[in-house]
């Protein structure tokens, strides 16, 4: 049964490098890019595109004022808000902390690699 794709709005950085890649493969799909330049984005509450199922802040490259209009604007629609760096390690813990990525094929091949744990009393 095929689980339909998150849809991400990412906020920082101009260049994402292979960080698209890497959501694909936890079925996260961009749906915009904002790379929070713009005078604008720090004065007023963006609208969210419709859809939108993720807000990933790339903190190296936004201001403090960006990344908490973003984040207000993603609470008050009941948006999810992930923040990292603009690497595709930072990127992976995310991920993994996330909780969107329980499903995806990536982590169920990893945790079946990785032994059982086992607890004593």
Do not use: E, W, Y
């Amino acid at each position: 049964m095929a689980q339909s794709q998150v849809s991400a709005l990412i906020v920082g950085a101009d260049r994402l490098g292979n960080i698209p890649d890497l959501l694909l493969d936890h079925n996260i799909a961009i749906r915009h890019h904002i790379s929070g330049r713009d005078p604008a984005h720090q004065k007023k509450s963006p609208a969210l595109p419709s859809g939108t199922d993720l807000v990933i802040l790339l903190t190296d490259f936004l201001g403090h004022n960006v990344m908490k209009t973003f984040r207000a604007a993603a609470q008050r629609a009941g948006i999810r808000v992930m923040t990292c760096r603009r690497s595709v390690c930072s990127m992976q813990q995310a991920l993994d902390q996330c909780g969107f990525c329980k499903a995806c094929p990536l982590r169920q091949t990893a945790d079946a690699r990785q032994p059982a744990k086992v607890r004593l009393h």
